[in-house]
Structure formats: C-alpha cells, structure tokens
C-alpha cells in the first residue's frame, strides 16, 4: 500500500456533493448549480438558505411555510438563557454559542433520530435559535437586558432587533443579509469536513454542527474575519497602510484575509462583499476602512500575488455596523448552520465511516520495564 502523505489532504477528493461547487472557469462558487453572485442578485437570506437545506429555490408557498417555521422556532429555552446569563463574561462568543448548541442536543426532542425528516427540522431549530442565542449573550455581556426575538421580522433584521433594539437602514441589512449569503456553503472546507466525519460515525446532527463550530473558530478559517479588523485597527490609518503590511511580509507574517487553499487567482465571492463594504462605509460616512482595504488589497497582490478572501470585506462590514469583534465568526455560524446541516444529511445519506491511515515514525515495537525497572 502507498503511504505517500497528503499533508492537509491537498488536493484529495474524499466523497461526492450537490450542494455547492467551485467552477474556476466562470469564476464562481454555486449552491445547488446556482451562481452565488446571482443569488446576492436577486434572493433573500431565506431563500438561499431554503435553497441551501433542500436543494432547489422555494417557490412563495415553500418559502412562506419555510419563514413562519423559522420565526416560530426562534425562541431559546428558559434552560439555555439562564445559562447563557450565567456564563463569563469574558468567554469568547464562538465558545458560548457552540456551548449553547451543544445544549440545545439536551432539550431537542428529535436529537438521536438521524432520519432525514428529523435532520431537517432540527436543522431548522439550530438555524433559527442560534442568532437568539448570539444576541442574548451579546447583550448579557454588556449588561443589557436580554430582547426576545420578534416573529414578525426577517432573519437578518430581528438579529440587528435583537442585538440593538432597533433595525437599521434597509441598505445595511441587505448588506448584512449578502454576508450570509456568501458565507452559507463552501463545499469541504475545514468545518464542513469535520461535520462529515463525526457524521459519518452515524453520530447525529447537533453533534456535528457542535464540532464544525470548534472547526469555524480557528484563524485559518472563519475566525479570520475577526483577525482581520484586529489587524485593520493594528494599522489604524490609511497612511500607515503601506509600510504595516511591507513590515508584515518581511517578517514573513500570514496576512489575515488573504489566501484561500482552493480559490488561487480569487475568491468569487469578494467582488460582492467588497461591493456591499464600501456601501456600508458611504452610508455611515466611514472611509477609513476602504482606504485601508484598497492599500491591503494593492500591495498583497503586487508582492505576493496573494488575493483577499471573503473574511476581508466581511469583518469591516461588521465593525461599521457596531458589532463587536468576537461576534463575527459566531454570525458565520448563524449561516453556515445550512451548509453544514445539508452536509450532514448528505453524509447520512450515503455514509462510509472516514478513517484515514497515517504513516507510523514513532518508536519500533519494545519492552514493557515494570515500574521499578524504570
Ligand atoms: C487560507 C490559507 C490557510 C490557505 O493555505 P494553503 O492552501 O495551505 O496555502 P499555503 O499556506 O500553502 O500558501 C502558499 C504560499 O502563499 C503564502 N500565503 C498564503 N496565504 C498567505 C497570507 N494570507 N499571507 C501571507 N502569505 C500567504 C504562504 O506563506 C505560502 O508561501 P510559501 O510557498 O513561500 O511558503 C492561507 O492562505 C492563510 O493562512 N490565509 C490567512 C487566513 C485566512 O484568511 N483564512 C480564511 C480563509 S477563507
């Protein structure tokens, strides 16, 4: 048997999927055979989520069923928010909201029934409670009251309802609701991947997502939306730009928000999201950002020919809309709970235990001393 090493499983194709697909030639990421861009174009958050979960776009009458389910299901339990009020208040909200899926398996009636009916109405429950649980513990934090979430508000704004006690401009909504879009599915991504393989123990659902959470947090992958408004705030002005990031690459830094293990000339997500930033910055008269994103962008691309991924006009947005930093990797959990929910359905569907080999280069077999010879 060859026991070449595929480090990071570089280039190894591990299974099938029809959920989404990077196609290098159009330059686009499709769920579902659709073109991401050409969802931001033209559907709501819900849409694509539904889309998402079930594989095709709703029609209204899907999609209205869909939306009262989910604003039905939105309330937390008596259990998990006092537990939520009773966590640090320094604990990192990708903690806090992967405790509180992980407490959700406790309460859900459904959660050792792996069938397919079954995962998607608890796909549905973590999809709609998780944002209630971000914005109590959002809240909790600042010593604010805890505001139930509203039935009669879409997804994107009874999250800012529930945060902030009130809606924003409808611009910056739908700016929020294009980050979700872009951040619902991306094939076998880290998280993803590791949803598939505690899935593929027949484990179940919330288990899974309770993992790929873990996964998400890491700077190499969603928490790199974090790391880049900490390294934008680092920089502080345009000016300074330049010689940060020149400083950077000589000391052989990892650029948060640049890079991507399958997108190597660009993530056909970023023209959007890049779109939506500079938006925001207009509306609420905030240029520094962008100026710092252009230098960043410019100089990544002259000297290492390295292009920003979606992190890198995701985090700005969130900070010129008020969120607080540790938060926006926690928001990526609010959508990706779909993708990582029709992973899970997939891998249940057709599952085959993962199990890789390693190359052994410890030592060669040997005696056990007993204690007193050792
Ligand atoms: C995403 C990422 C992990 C992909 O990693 P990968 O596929 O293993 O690619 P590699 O790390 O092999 O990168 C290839 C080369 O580009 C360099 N590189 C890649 N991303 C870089 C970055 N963000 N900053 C500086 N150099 C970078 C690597 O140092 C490496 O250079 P070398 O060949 O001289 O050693 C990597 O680009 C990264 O760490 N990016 C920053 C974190 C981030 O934004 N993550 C979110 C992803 S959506």
Not at 36 to 64: R, T
Not at 91 to 106: G, N
Not at 296 to 312: A, C, Q, T, Y
């Amino acid at each position: 048997m060859s026991e070449e090493i595929k480090k990071g499983l570089l280039g190894i194709v591990v299974d099938e999927t029809t959920v989404s697909h990077v196609v290098p030639e159009l330059s686009a990421l499709t769920y579902r055979g659709y073109k991401v861009q050409d969802l931001c174009d033209k559907c709501e958050f819900e849409e694509v989520a539904y889309l998402v979960l079930h594989g095709e776009l709703p029609s209204k009458k899907q999609l209205n069923k869909f939306i009262r389910e989910e604003r039905s299901n939105r309330k937390l339990s008596k259990t998990i928010i006092k537990n939520i009020q009773q966590m640090p208040k320094n604990a990192h909200p990708m903690d806090v909201v992967r405790t509180c899926v992980s407490l959700m398996s406790l309460e859900d009636k459904d959660t050792k029934d792996n069938s397919q009916k079954s995962n998607m109405q608890k796909a549905l429950r973590i999809f709609a409670q998780t944002p209630t649980a971000v914005a109590a513990y959002f809240r909790t934090r600042k010593g604010k009251k805890i505001i139930s979430p509203s039935k009669k508000l879409s997804f994107s704004e009874n999250f800012f309802k529930m945060m902030f006690n009130k809606i924003p401009d409808k611009e910056i909504v739908r700016a929020f609701d294009i980050s979700l879009i872009l951040y619902a599915e991306h094939s076998f991504n880290v998280s993803t991947f590791t949803a598939r393989t505690i899935t593929s123990s027949l484990s179940d659902l919330h288990g899974a997502i309770t993992g790929a959470i873990a996964s998400l947090k890491g700077p190499l992958h969603g928490g790199a939306n974090e790391a880049v408004m900490h390294m934008m705030k680092e920089i502080g002005k345009p000016e300074k730009a330049k010689s940060w990031i020149e400083n950077a690459l000589a000391k052989k830094k990892v650029i948060m928000g640049f890079g991507h293990r399958v997108y190597r000339t660009g993530d056909s997500r970023v023209p959007t999201m890049k779109h939506y930033m500079f938006k925001v910055a207009k509306l609420l008269n905030k240029n520094k950002y962008p100026k710092i994103y252009e230098i960043l962008e410019r100089e990544m691309l002259s000297k290492k020919n390295i292009h920003p991924n979606v992190d890198f006009p995701c985090g700005p947005t969130y900070y010129m809309m008020g969120i607080d930093i540790d938060f926006y990797t926690p928001i990526f959990v609010m959508s990706r709970i779909t993708g990582w929910s029709a992973h899970i359905m997939e891998q249940h569907a057709s599952n085959k235990l993962i199990r890789p080999l390693s190359k052994y280069k410890g030592e060669q077999v040997r005696e056990v001393m007993l204690l007193n010879q050792r």
